[in-house]
């Protein structure tokens, strides 16, 4: 009888369930709101590159705070210059082609896939970003957010988007329809050294120090492009969702 009242002296007592109210889960997975937020104006999407392969160049574009200033002044110009003779042909990424404009800076690009255009883009911006903190004597970020890139596919992508290039400040010079403009050359871009002008144009500054561009490699940016003709300085293309 003792052994049978110890035995239930010692069974532990049962367990109360408790009631958990239940709550909307706040942390992990995707949420509406995660993650960082666009710059105001930046047009930029966050979504994933587009896949791109070898044979297709990359018109690529960056755009730079507005404290910066103007880049189209001697001294921004040749900060970016000698940060894009340092940088414009890495392992797999080439820059073919440049135009620097008051508040963004326009790029052709050969990069042999996504990752080789994000690591070459990354080391340009960041010798960019610095020749310019150095040139304007200050610190801090410099561009404004993550570049824009579009796959050209087409000879015709390709010359339209070299003439959007190389003639872009007179559209904002002159106004952003097609149509003819000045003929002149550019000063603060690589115009003066392109070899697929139409007619020569007035040089209004000479190159000087190592080149600054790279030597095009893929088919569209070396050949293709040339079957719809060569280009004439003037002629500004229009720009649109087709080119």
Known sequence: ??????????????????????????????????????????????????LLGSKHPVHVSLKVNRGIGSLRTQRCYAALRAALAA??????FRVCHYSVLATHIHLIVEAKDRESLSRGMQGLVIRMARQLNKALGRTGRVFADRYFARALKTPREVRNAIAYVYNNVQRHRFGKGAGWRELTFDPFSSA???????????????????????????????????????????YVPQWGNRW
């Not at 709550?23 to 104006?41: C, L, V, Y």
């Not at 940088?87 to 797999?92: D, I, K, Q, W, Y």
């Open 87 to 92: 940088g414009c042909e890495r392992s797999g």
């Open 1 to 50: 009888m003792l052994y049978c009242v110890n035995q239930a002296m010692r069974r532990p007592p049962p367990q109360l369930e408790i009631a958990f109210a239940a709550r909307r889960r706040t942390w992990g997975g995707r949420r509406e709101g995660a993650g960082r937020k666009r710059s105001p104006g930046s047009g930029v999407s966050r979504g994933p590159r587009p």
């Open 192 to 234: 003066s050294t392109f070899d697929g002008w139409r007619v020569k144009a007035a040089v209004r500054q000479i190159e000087t120090g190592p080149p600054a561009v790279a030597q095009a490699r893929s088919w569209l940016l070396r050949v293709g492009w040339r079957r719809h003709g060569l280009l004439v300085p003037a």
